[in-house]
């Protein structure tokens, strides 16, 4: 049997799949921890593809990588979780292993890609994709195609700036919606309100995660209300800018913090989308959903790469 | 002769351009105001589309409208500044006249088609075209296809938040980059500011004019410089966004402000660019450069998309 190999390869776990070329059903997958204290990455990447794949043939491999990445030169450029990965060749570490076709992407744009092929965004042409986690990544469809441009870097919604002198972001920026809207904006604010004196039931713990920040929510603390209020106000502005340009007639949220803080940012988010929005036109029709594919999105994308590239109607079929 | 007859129709102007279908050369062009006390502007326009052409057989109409556009359907949504031109059904009243296919487009978005197919953006498949004159506006090409969006509302770059709470924008919105950087934008900085008190040469006249902050500015003056270096850093942070999301290799300036006082504001705007994105991997390689088509722009993207239409290869043998 030919096999598709897909990874998606983030800072904290490794996944492999294998689907079947012909059907596109799922042969085999499997996952472990990216860190090990004997093995490099790619080593544990290399040796988990032959776990995975014990006996099929290997079609091609496409991998979804947590980093900014030259798909075409399949190098990459930076990837600020997984240890050495800069200017990386990966996929010429991969072909000396396996002699196959290889297609790798960034992982939150192979999401968008997924959601669009297998997932909430099934027949919309201009889709938007937002993960709200540890940070804020993004992909979108424009026109039936993955948003990649001149170099494959567009799609990096994460790092709009929304209040030029606001916090400082992970990137070494300021007022990037990631730095006020994602899980770390959100914990940073709430620590910097409690050492200023907030009053919140937050302050007596010793250590603060977005879970106790969300009960503190559902149970009417102030403080964590307002930090959502807020990650929502920022994020409806962020879209209203993407709105405006992309005119998308879906928006998908992925990501641990839409998930499970979702309730709590998302009726913030539309008022001060609505109030961003020069034409209630770019709001008829949107729909506003969440991730369909959970946890697999990345292994999805890289999948929906590989079927974009050898049995582009193969989908319509299943 | 068989032509294709392109207009673009602003609030100030009606422009139109008879050319010949198989060579593409211009055939007639003439131009009038849009606003008249006895005529309509779809009377004029109209009229104007017989005097231009005269004699030769129309093969298809395009327009460039100052406007939000339902092109597929060819209802102009809202044209603030084309008087009853709202939710107007502007494609079937032409045909009305003329019984050939009528295409139609935003004239921002369509000087992006006109930049990438006879401009400053020949050879660049994903460009981004910003024109800085009244208002802000703009046009992008993505992977070779005009970005129109779901419903063609894409493209809409002059409406992004750069300052939540910042000045009223056209709009009835605030913080918008239009409300800053654009021509309105500067001369209401100004007036603001020395009603403040502010000291400026521009004080002492009655009226100020673009022309007047550009010449304050040259000439020292502390208040217009200041001016022109916030319209440029605003500018930095919304080209920044933008950059992030597009990953053009290009980018093309149009209109009043860009072309008069682009020396001003360009130098604090690249700044500000390169201070706010997030690898410079985004700007090797990036041009940043004026517009070539001038005044002609909606017209020749007009043209653009009747060749995008009817004879795409046409283009690469002239």
């Given at each position: 049997m ?18 079947a070329v ?9 996952k ?9 990455p ?16 290997i ?5 979804a ?35 196959v ?12 890609l ?28 424009v026109?039936n ?18 209040l ?7 990137c070494g920026?300021h007022g990037?919606i ?12 709430v620590?910097?309100?409690i ?15 977005g879970?106790?920040?969300s009960q ?36 998908i ?36 959903t ?10 999805k ?10 049995s582009?109607?193969l989908?319509?079929?299943?």
């Amino acid at each position: 049997m030919d096999v598709f190999i897909v990874s998606d390869v983030g800072g904290t776990q490794i996944r492999v799949a294998a689907y079947a070329v012909d059907s596109l059903e799922l042969v085999n997958q499997k996952k472990i921890p990216t860190k090990s204290k004997n093995q490099l990455p790619i080593e544990r990447l290399i040796s988990l593809i032959k776990e995975v794949n014990a006996d099929s043939s290997i079609k091609a491999i496409a991998l979804a990588v947590a980093g900014y990445l030259d798909s075409d030169a399949g190098i990459v450029i930076e990837a600020p979780n997984i240890r050495g990965w800069n200017n990386y060749p990966l996929k010429d570490l991969l072909n000396n292993e396996f002699s196959v076709p290889i297609f790798m992407g960034n992982d939150a744009n192979l999401a968008a890609l997924a959601e669009w092929k297998f997932g909430a965004g099934i027949g919309h042409s201009n889709l938007l994709y937002l993960t709200v986690s540890t940070g804020i990544g993004g992909g979108a469809i424009v026109n039936n195609q993955l948003l990649l441009g001149a170099k494959g870097l567009g799609g990096e919604f994460g790092h709009t700036t929304v209040l030029p002198d606001g916090p400082l972001c992970g990137c070494g920026k300021h007022g990037h919606i990631e730095a006020i809207s994602s899980g770390t904006g959100i914990l940073k604010y709430v620590q910097e309100q409690i050492s200023q004196g907030k009053s919140s039931s937050l302050s007596a713990l010793e250590k603060i995660s977005g879970k106790d920040i969300s009960q503190a929510a559902r149970q009417g603390d102030s403080l964590a209300i307002e930090v959502y209020q807020r990650a929502g106000f920022f994020l409806g502005i962020a879209l209203a800018n993407f709105v405006h340009i992309l005119n998308p007639s879906i928006i998908i949220f992925g990501g641990g913090v839409a998930s499970s803080a979702g309730d709590l940012i998302f009726e913030s988010m539309r008022n001060s989308l609505q109030n961003s929005i020069i034409s209630p036109a770019y709001l008829d029709n949107l729909s506003i959903t969440n991730s369909r594919l959970g946890d697999e999105v990345g292994l999805k994308g890289a999948l929906a790469l590989l079927v974009t590239q050898f049995s582009p109607n193969l989908i319509e079929q299943i």
